[in-house]
């Protein structure tokens, strides 16, 4: 199991992203989270099998329908045991 902090810079707010990350993350297999940020960025915890963060991370360099990523930044993590699915957080 791998982890990888990810902030998504762009437009993305407002577009539906949060909620499209969910299922994809949700269809791939990936535990973790995702969230906006007050500087108009969205930042998400993929963790899972290699291949699976590595199919939500392709498909955040995307995004939904509307969105315009720019920049994506990728940094590993240490996986969290205490998270099973995927989920939505409040703003940081």
Do not use: C, H, K
């Not at 940020?37 to 099998?49: C, K, N, Y």
Request: proline fraction near 3%; aromatic fraction near 6%.
């Amino acid at each position: 199991m791998i982890a990888r902090r990810v902030v998504i810079r762009g437009r993305v707010q407002g577009v539906g992203f949060r909620y499209a990350l969910i299922d994809a993350a949700t269809a791939a297999g990936v535990a973790g989270w995702v969230r906006n940020r007050r500087d108009g960025s969205v930042e998400a915890w993929l963790q899972g099998g290699e291949a699976a963060v590595a199919a939500a991370i392709a498909w955040s360099r995307r995004g939904p329908p509307g969105a315009r990523v720019e920049a994506l930044d990728v940094a590993d993590g240490t996986p969290d045991a205490a998270l099973v699915a995927f989920e939505l957080r409040a703003t940081a």
